[in-house]
């Protein structure tokens, strides 16, 4: 057995390679073996169709959220007000591209080609965070973004780097020291607004009050409406529950919010000594409901574009998949000719 540091090589094998008959009870007794040793599991091993289905489900739907999110921020680049804040905004967003990249890499892992789940994506098969079908309304937005969707994310994604399937925890090390620039730099630009004119301090503010709900809804249904969590935890894909994610993210923004000089909307916020963390008002899970139903206010607005970017980009597939070939071509190689 491999250290969760080191692809492993001595797990049975997977279906269709040689001792593929082997006894399954034999093949799952040394998966629940491994993950309760905290090893990694690697593409080549057996395991449980449920936890490789899982594991494409929510990394799919990772992978679209960060090719979705670059949405709502793109959105503002040719309107950033200087050429340091659009030389910041532009990087973030091709980080984003970046992780959608590692993570469809991730779920190819698994054997389910990119294509197959961008088709899935286009036609409302799978879904990305609730969090994208909001609009972008002012130049705060984007600081909001950063500092409170970014805050969310690696709150809920730093325990992804220890999950028990190698790909994805090796893909969400490098994502996650990103997101951290992506949580800085909208803390520092909203700063500068909040610090700014009346004017800027109140479009800070109005940009934290759209964007904080929004933001606690990412980490999912709360625990005893989560359908997946309790197999996932068991499995150690998920390593905290909603509710517990969202309790750690509350607590670290509340003083962040008054370092800011900006206000959370939500009167119920307070400090609860006994519990030794904060208390918060009720999420309208309505709300969160209609927005995973397609009725948030930009749903059609994300798919259409991302459907048009999809059927612009196909020559540049093309190209790549040509200059592949050819390239296999001359160097004598085969396959790889995806673009
Ligand atoms: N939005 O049983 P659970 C980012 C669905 S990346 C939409 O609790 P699970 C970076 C869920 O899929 C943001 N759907 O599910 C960035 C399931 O439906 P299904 C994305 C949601 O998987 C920043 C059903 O509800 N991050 O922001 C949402 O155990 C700035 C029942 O839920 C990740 O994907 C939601 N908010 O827990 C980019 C992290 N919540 O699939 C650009 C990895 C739940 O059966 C700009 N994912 N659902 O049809 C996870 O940690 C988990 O999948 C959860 C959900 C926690 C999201």
Redesign the pocket.
């Known amino acids: 057995m491999a250290t969760a540091a080191a692809p492993r090589t001595d797990r049975t094998p997977a279906d269709g390679a040689p001792g593929a008959t082997a006894d399954t009870a034999a093949h799952q007794h040394a998966f629940d073996t491994a993950v309760a040793a905290e090893e990694r599991i690697e593409p080549r091993d057996w395991m449980p169709d449920a936890y490789r289905a899982t594991l494409v ?2 990394i799919a ?2 992978a679209h ?2 090719i979705i ?2 949405q ?2 793109a959105n503002w680049i040719t309107r950033a007000p200087s050429l340091r804040r659009k030389a910041i905004l532009m990087a973030k967003v091709q980080d ?1 591209a970046g ?1 959608g990249l590692y993570l469809y890499s991730a779920a190819e892992t698994l054997g389910t080609s990119r294509e197959e789940l961008l088709d899935k994506l286009h036609s409302g098969r799978q ?6 079908n909001y609009p972008t309304l002012t130049w705060a937005d984007v600081g909001a ?2 500092w409170l ?2 805050g ?2 690696i709150t ?2 730093v325990p ?1 780097c220890r999950c028990s399937y190698g790909p994805y925890a090796r893909a969400m090390v490098r994502i996650c020291k990103e ?1 951290s620039f ?1 949580q800085r730099q909208g803390y520092e630009l909203l700063l500068a607004l909040s610090k700014g004119t009346p004017e800027q301090h109140a479009m800070a503010q109005d940009a934290v009050d759209r964007w904080w709900w929004p933001s606690l ?5 709360p625990d005893d409406s ?4 309790a197999q ?1 935890m068991e499995w150690k894909i ?1 390593r905290h529950s ?1 509710d517990e ?1 969202r309790q750690r993210f509350v607590d670290i923004a509340v003083p962040q919010a008054e370092s800011l000089g900006l206000t959370l909307p939500d009167p119920d916020l307070k400090w609860n000594e006994e519990r030794g963390h904060h208390d918060f008002g009720a999420i309208d899970w309505t709300e ?1 409901k209609e ?2 139903k397609g009725n948030g206010p930009c749903n059609e607005q994300r798919i259409t574009q991302r459907r048009r970017a999809h059927d612009e980009g196909a020559w540049v597939r093309e190209a790549a998949a040509a200059h592949a070939a050819k390239h296999a071509g001359s160097t004598g190689r085969t396959g790889a000719t995806r673009a």
Not at 127 to 132: A, E, P, R
Not at 226 to 229: T, V
């Open positions: 489900r929510q739907q990772h959220s960060e999110g670059m709502p921020e984003e992780h879904k990305y965070s609730s969090i994208f973004i950063g969707v970014d969310a994310a809920n994604q992804l997101e992506h809804m990412m980490f999912g249904p989560s359908q997946h969590s996932s998920k909603n994610l969160f927005v995973l």
